[in-house]
């Protein structure tokens, strides 16, 4: 697969993930934590390069975080009894500058709304559910599971429909 333009902006750095259908790139969550930008349970978070998927939308964000009680923040609502983790994967503006997202972690600024999908799903720790989600971006990489919301029932085949609302289903 050619590697193709950045969107905007910086040349982007070689991506963590790839495969004949995408690209991924991990955001160096420690990195930005450590410029003083709070990650509030965020466990990781991939900026996706999906150009088949969408004739508009070519790159997505999903961010995983944990359930767990953080303080100075509501808790969490729980959808799934016993969920421990939650994802959410949005679409991003196209015409901004990926690269700058990757470095920055700050992605979740372009999104569009609303959501392309949210769920939650337990698993045994944190280390399961980061594999689970990069195992989810794999498929994506590989054209197997849409990130639009086109593909949405790819989605609720791996992780249930309790955060879609009932209309949507």
Known sequence: ???????????????????????????????????????????????????????????????????????????????????????????????QDRAAMVREANAIRFRLEPCNFMAQFWEVNDEAAIQRIAETIDLVLAAKLNPDTDGRQGWIKLFGNAGIRPEWR
Do not use: C
């Open 1 to 95: 697969m050619s590697e193709p333009e950045p969107a905007k902006g910086d040349i982007m750095p070689p991506p963590d993930k790839s495969d004949d259908y995408g690209m991924a790139w991990r955001v160096n969550l420690a990195a930005v934590e450590g410029q003083g930008v709070p990650i509030n349970g965020t466990l990781a978070q991939w900026i996706i390069e999906a150009r088949w998927a969408h004739p508009f939308w070519h790159s997505y964000v999903l961010t995983l975080v944990h359930l767990r009680p953080i303080e100075g923040f509501e808790p969490a609502i729980i959808h799934v009894p016993n969920a421990q983790y939650e994802f959410t994967l949005f679409a991003l503006q196209p015409d």
